[in-house]
Structure formats: structure tokens, C-alpha cells
């Protein structure tokens, strides 16, 4: 019972960014969008059941590239709960001079765990995976640019085989997290925007109402989109809908 806050609170407002999101994508590529509409379009039903969802294939790259390339969590932090040395994959050199084949913890250290970096490492992903770049404003917003010509659903029917090794809850990425503190509603999240994106791809038509170089993402908690050229406006995606 007391998870439940966490199912309908906390995953609200991921879950909703994380479709926003992906109709940017959709409306910036009218193909992968057409591909999509004319799958879900061929099933004989307006309410399809949660297997059902879970079985259009194309949907299922759609939201895994979503989720991977838009980062809707930029990053989370653990702390250790005891000293620890966590071995380094590749040595580097620290300010002093010194190579470093290993990184001591200590308990009570925190962590961080930067979610969108390795979603987009390109080590990993390949060298369209397209690793991001953070702007800092006069304002002092922290804003997230990125070239959406770089999202790829189909990257999903042959994923690197790198991937295959980040510690991950789900789809060979860390947008879930991991472990026993992986994300309790990642299950209900990845059906609710499922269920979002089959209900709209199917009866609208959607287009980017300003340039698609013209929107970024606003980093906080949740990266949300706002415009370039009017950030004092807040957040928004201006879309042009057309009834398909």
C-alpha cells in the first residue's frame, strides 16, 4: 500500500514527459511516424489488452528509442552503504597526475549515476547513438541540445551487443535503473505509454509547429521541452494536429 503514491505520483509526470517526447520524434520523422500509425491502425480493436500492447513490434522500438535517446531522467544518486573499490573498465589520470585503475568509496559517499551519458555513449551505441551537449543559459537554466536526426527505432532490431552488458531493469538501458532500487512501476509505465502513444498515433496526425532545432531540453528532475528562441515561456511543444 505504501507504493502506491509512488506508482500514480512519481511516475505521472515521467511517463507523460517521456510521450511528449516521443511525439517530437514522431513529428520529426513523418516516415517512422506513418510506419508506426499504419501498424497499430491494422489491429482490429480501440482497446487493446496489455499483451496485446506489449506485441506491436514497432511500437516497442518506438518507446525503447524514446526512452533511450530523449532522457527523461538525466540522472539519479546512490550512497554507499560501506567502503568499497569499484574496479574502472579503462584507467584515467586525476588531477594530480596520478593514473587510476580503481575508485575508492566510502560509506555515506554518494554516487552519481548519469542515465542519459550512458544511454548515449557512444562507445556503446555506435556513432549515431548521438551524445548530448548541456548549455547553460544567462537565465540559469541548464538546457540539453541534441540532433534528433539520430533517433532510430529500428537500432532496436539489431541492438549493440555492448549494450547487452549495462546493468539494466529493462531494454539494455538505464532508464529504469537497476538492482533491488530499479524502478517499482517501470512495468505500468512502459503499457501506460504504450497505451498514450496507440490511442494518438491512430487518430492524429502530428507536425512540429516550429523548427525542430528550435526545441531543447530543460533540465531539472525531468527534462521537459522548451523553446530555444522563447525560454521565458516555460515549457511547451508547439505541435500542429491534424485528425487522421
Known sequence: MNQIPTFLVAGHET???????????????????????????????????????????????????????????????????????????????????????????????????????VNTLQEIWGDDSEEFKYVFSSSGMIFSLFDDMLFSPDRWLDPPKRSASLPSAWGNQLSFIAGPRACIGLRFALVEMKALLFALIRSFEFKLAVDASDVIGDVGIVTRPALQSRPEEGHQLPLLIKQV
Not at 482490429?44 to 528509442?65: A, H, I, K, Q
Not at 568499497?84 to 573498465?89: A, F, H, Q, T
Not at 575508485?103 to 551519458?117: A, H, M, N, S
Request: hydrophobic share 35%.
Open 15 to 117: 511517463t507523460s514527459t517521456a510521450t511528449t517526447w516521443a511525439l517530437y520524434s514522431l513529428a520529426s520523422h513523418p516516415d517512422v511516424q506513418t510506419k508506426l500509425r499504419e501498424e497499430l491502425l491494422a489491429f482490429p480493436s480501440d482497446t487493446p489488452t496489455m499483451d496485446e500492447l506489449n506485441g506491436f513490434e514497432y511500437l516497442d522500438r518506438v518507446v525503447r528509442e524514446t526512452l533511450r535517446y530523449h532522457g527523461v531522467v538525466q540522472g539519479t544518486t546512490r550512497v554507499a552503504e560501506c567502503d568499497d573499490v569499484i574496479p574502472l573498465e579503462r584507467p584515467f589520470t586525476d588531477k594530480y597526475g596520478v593514473v587510476r585503475h580503481e575508485i575508492k568509496v566510502k560509506k555515506g559517499d554518494g554516487v552519481l549515476i548519469p542515465i542519459r551519458v
